[in-house]
């Protein structure tokens, strides 16, 4: 009984590295197309959203719109 308990452990290995062999080789073409296709529309979207506008006075007037952000009070412990 312990001889076939031998056998078995490398016969399992075949059968995982066969398993692991088939997965690895796959064809993955596929979702590297939606893939790139998701990350071309996400860079044009970066480049819309920091287009810098045509006439100066609008650049400084929407960056007044923005709230600047207060500093964060410091804390010691201790």
């Not at 009984?1 to 056998?7: F, I, R, T």
Request: aromatic content about 8%; proline content about 6%; overall charge negative.
């Amino acid at each position: 009984m312990a001889a076939l308990a031998w056998l078995l452990i490398p016969l399992f290995a075949v059968v995982g590295a066969a398993i692991w062999g088939s997965w690895a080789s796959r064809n993955k073409t596929i979702g590297d197309v939606a893939e790139l296709a998701g990350y071309a529309r996400f860079r044009d979207a970066m480049e819309r959203a920091h287009a810098v506008p045509a006439d100066p006075t609008t650049a400084a007037t929407s960056a007044s719109l923005v709230p600047e952000r207060e500093a964060a009070p410091v804390t010691t412990t201790g």
